[in-house]
């Protein structure tokens, strides 16, 4: 089990990028990592994975926009997001998984605005 914490939300206009990044506690080297986000309203989804092989999974809204990434040396999960969109406004969350755990980090906000 590790403590996640993210970092990296904010206000950004159209258009602009942000590079969230999520710290464990402890070492990911055999975690799922993934990083969810929930919009009021509206329920958390997946919106990408990387699993310790490095292979990514994303959601078809932020294909070619989005990049997961994680560097196990650093304990650190990331998510590079490009050309974002209103639609991307939502708190983000990242998410580790090894069984039998399942940890959440608090969350950061991100606010795509004009």
């Known amino acids: 089990q590790v403590q996640l914490v993210e970092s990296g939300g904010g206000l950004v206009r159209p258009g602009g990028s942000l590079r969230l990044s999520c710290v464990a506690s402890g070492s990911i080297f055999l975690n799922v990592l993934a990083w969810y986000r929930q919009a009021p309203g509206k329920q958390r989804e997946l919106v990408t994975s990387i699993k310790t092989t490095g292979i990514t999974n994303y959601a078809d809204p932020v294909k070619g926009r989005f990049a997961i990434s994680r560097d196990n040396a650093k304990n650190t999960v990331y998510l590079q997001m490009n050309s974002l969109k209103p639609e991307d406004t939502a708190v983000y969350y990242c998410?580790?998984?090894?069984?039998?755990?399942?940890?959440w980090g608090q969350g950061t906000q991100v606010t795509v605005s004009s």
């Open positions: 998410n580790s998984q090894r069984w039998p755990y399942d940890d």
